[in-house]
């Protein structure tokens, strides 16, 4: 079968690799039916290396698709079904898991990382025709009848990780009824965060960015105000919005080491920032810690434990309060889907997140 493999930095390739078989009575077999790049998956792209990728890894933890094969354990999907995997492997059972963190699950593990994988066998990844999915009963979740068709993937797609990881960081940021929400970031992640925050009956849903393309679709998204902040200095709307008391809730949405700053600044006292940019990879971010204290602030969130969310997301999907497709603003044939990485990583007019089709 033919699959995306990491060569080099700067080089993907599809190559024909291995099919993946049932090793455990717990794994099923998925034959995927539309994949995703993630801009965790540029982080491989760009520094691979340095993050410990061999040439030859298999990439990719966004998939959904029908099941193939299931081992002789399997309960809960059986052969045909359409399932979604969130991007972590959870067994549903551990303490971790119970408390709703699926992302720490002590048996755990990500599609595409061979630093987070345990599962044995090859490394298995998601923009590949099949991928193996271990603990399947604790880690797939069945797509609803509704949503079940091939023609619904790009809706159901970004449950994967996009579309809960922003609901993860409207949700830790505490939004308040007739609040104001405010999002730092125009990736995939930060333009969902603003779709996410319009099912938390917010007052105002501000988006900061640097790219006009992209905020453009964030104000389709849901977004009410936006801001270039290379052109404008955000401060000022916020006065003007909460009366210079700051914002209830921000959502940190980007790998940058400043965002955290901007976001603990807009806060008002008793404020959160729910924070799910990657800052933590790329040094520490910059906090300011005495103006936390002084508000009272409170920050959390982290990897998204996306199991936790599908229960409460399926149904504003299905009754279409909720749309994440339009983020995903290339769709290419897996032969293709290295070029995706290209397309991602130049930040070409117009892209957001490039999807692949097997
Ligand atoms: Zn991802
Ligand atoms: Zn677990």
């Keep these: 079968m033919q699959g995306i493999v990491y060569r080099a930095d700067g080089e993907m390739q599809v190559e024909s690799v291995p099919d993946p078989e049932i090793l455990e009575p717990t794994d099923a077999i998925v034959r995927v039916t539309k994949a995703s790049i993630c801009g965790s998956d540029l982080h491989i792209y760009n520094h691979g290396e340095a993050f410990g990728f061999e040439p030859g890894c298999r990439v990719g933890h966004e998939f959904v698709g029908d099941v193939a094969e299931v081992g002789s354990e399997v309960r809960?999907?059986?052969?045909?079904?359409?399932?979604?995997?969130?991007?972590?492997?959870?067994?549903?059972?551990?303490?971790?898991?119970?408390?709703?963190?699926?992302?720490?699950?002590?048996?755990?593990?990500?599609?595409?990382?061979?630093?987070?994988?345990?599962?044995?066998?090859?490394?298995?990844?998601?923009?590949?025709?099949?991928?193996?999915?271990?603990?399947?009963?604790?880690?797939?979740?069945?797509?609803?009848?509704?949503?079940?068709?091939?023609?619904?993937?790009?809706?159901?797609?970004?449950?994967?990780?996009?579309?809960?990881?922003?609901?993860?960081?409207?949700?830790?940021?505490?939004?308040q009824p007739g609040g104001v929400t405010v999002v730092v970031g125009d990736g995939a992640v930060g333009l969902l965060s603003a779709h996410a925050a319009t099912l938390f009956d917010q007052r105002a849903i501000v988006l900061l960015g640097h790219h006009d393309d992209r905020l453009g679709m964030g104000r389709r998204l849901g977004a009410t105000h936006t801001v270039n902040t290379d052109e404008q200095d955000p401060a000022e709307l916020v006065t003007e919005l909460t009366g210079g008391l700051g914002v209830e809730s921000a959502v940190c949405a980007i790998a940058s080491p400043e965002t955290m700053r901007f976001a603990i600044e807009a806060l008002q006292p008793g404020g959160a920032v729910g924070w799910v940019g990657m800052e933590v990879f790329f040094g520490a971010p910059d906090i300011p810690w005495d103006m936390a204290y002084l508000k009272n602030a409170t920050i959390s969130g982290g990897v998204a434990p996306v199991k936790r969310y599908l229960p409460a997301l399926w149904p504003h999907l299905e009754a279409g309060r909720i749309d994440p497709s339009p983020v995903l603003t290339h769709d290419l044939p897996l032969a293709d889907g290295a070029s995706g990485y290209s397309i991602m990583a130049s930040r070409e007019e117009g892209s957001v997140k490039v999807a692949v089709t097997p």
């Design 76 to 175: 809960s999907v059986a052969r045909g079904d359409k399932v979604l995997s969130p991007f972590w492997i959870s067994c549903g059972d551990c303490i971790f898991c119970g408390k709703g963190l699926y992302t720490s699950c002590l048996n755990g593990g990500c599609f595409g990382f061979p630093g987070f994988w345990n599962a044995g066998g090859a490394v298995q990844g998601g923009q590949s025709e099949y991928v193996r999915v271990p603990l399947a009963d604790g880690t797939l979740d069945r797509v609803p009848e509704a949503l079940a068709d091939d023609g619904d993937d790009a809706r159901t797609l970004p449950l994967t990780d996009v579309m809960a990881t922003a609901y993860h960081g409207v949700s830790e940021a505490r939004p």
